[in-house]
């Protein structure tokens, strides 16, 4: 029965029509009438994704078409959900490359595009969008094909929003994908040398506030029934399947998942950590010995920040919807922290910008919380004078100068592609954030792409706002990790009124330490309100002031009283009230506005 089976995914630059085109597939193949599709993007389910146009959480349907079963993964487009792109992947044997037809191959296409390849997978390419009057099909056909090699006149034309070739796309995905062949999928025939194992690979888990933890499937080997004993592999966990099926897009109990099949499976579970995408599940006498799925590692988050309440009150209120929200992303990792600005909050880890976007927006949507998130940093590794290695996500962790060996940052491979014409301004972008131009390619007679290699740290802030600006919105951006490299690098304090700001301290490279300097006290100087008293900003590394701006008090009238008479009454008022303004210089304290947090994160 498996030649009869189709696992395939698309991959898509965001808003080049994937979930419409997923869209048509469903309307096609007759799996939802057109009377039930009240909404666009059917399987993109989530409010947030529907508004901002982006997929966020893949979403499994299966579908059927000239008596084949077919099983579409709609997979996110954007580089920072890349981890669960690659665990997709390794659920399909083929994938459909979605290009639109007015704008090109974008960077993160070609990220994805080369992770299929490296899983082995038969790709289709396909233009979308070819309804539209600013397509061009013959000049994006030959784009494809200079960069990755595609025959421009194999390249099928598409609309996914009128249904134009959709049903022949649907007819070449039988004729080119293959069916599923477990040792062809990964080449590790000693993972399925014993035929009497089950073994499936999650590829994606939510929490289901009735059901528990249900993890999407795709089974590799043998057959997981309603009622069976099941063992997790990598976390040593004893599960029983109590529900399986498949999606088409609502649940569909079915007695059993046969092997090639994905589906969902049930678990019981109540955290999903527990079942974490990459995980085997085990069906067989010895789960102790047997060799797990490969491919599985660890959620490695990019970017870190600082989530606080906006009031002391609602600590416990932010804690209950951290722990709901990571029932349903196990990519969110948070620890609590304190600030002795912000008080009691969480240090949260997120695989990039867009992930931090989307968990602050949901946290202040669903939860009704007003909370206050500082300025993104990433992790460094300090190796101190004995040579014991540790590892900062805060910068305020930082020891002091002279006090640790070395200190080395993340650097990241960024793939831009941009208009020719704008090469100079993103060269000079990313030099500028301390950048080493590697590779310059031309993808067409109007299209560039450039290689940088760059310290993650000037990017996660707002470097993709500024290349966006620079190519007029037309360039876009992949990374990829590099490792970590030493650098000479140190912390920059932020004083206000003589106290360190813990949420505003930054660790920057030493070339940079003045001018930033500099700029923070400049722009906190118009951010901060006045008070009664003179307020002092400054700028330090270590005990040595880089820089300073002072806020002069506010200053009340106290000599409108006087209607004449001797000066000496006058100055008598106005000395009164500059010993009143020591005191509250001594004893007062300022309150910095969230403006100053929201202007570090876009520095």
Known sequence: MTDKIRNFCIIAHIDHGKSTLADRFLEITGTLEKRDMKNQQMLDTMALEQERGITIKLQPVRMSWNNHQLNLIDTPGHVDFSYEVSRSLAACEGAVLVVDATQGIEAQTLANVFLAMEHGLTIIPVLNKIDLPAAEPEKRAEEIEKVLGFPAEDILTVSGKDGTNVDKLLDRIIEKIPGPDNNQVFGYEEVFSDKSETKALVFDSTFDPYRGVVSSVRVFQGEIKKGDKLSLLRTERTIEANEVGFLNPKYSPMPSLKCGEVGYLVTGLKNVVDARVGETVYKGSTPKTSKPLPGYSNVTPFVYAGIYPSSGDDFSLLRKALEKLSLNDASLQYEPEHSGALGHGFRAGFLGLLHLDIVQERLEREFDLDILVTAPSVSYEITSEKGEVTTISNPSELPDAGEYASISEPWMKINILCPSDQVGGVIKLCTDRRGSHKNLQYTAEDRVELTFEIPLASIVTDFYDDLKSISSGYASMSYEPLGLREGSLQRLDILVAGDRVDALSQIVDKSEAYNMGIKWCEKLKEIIPKAQFSIAIQ?????????????????????????????????????????????????????????????????
Do not use: H
């Open 539 to 603: 700028a330090s590394v270590g005990s040595r002031i880089l820089a300073r701006e002072t806020i002069s008090a506010l200053r009340k009238d106290v000599t409108a009283k006087l209607y004449g008479g001797d000066v000496s009454r006058k100055k008598k008022l106005l000395k009164k009230q500059k010993e009143g303004k020591k005191r509250l210089k001594q004893f007062g304290k300022v309150t910095i506005p969230q403006e100053a947090f929201f202007a570090m994160m876009k520095k």
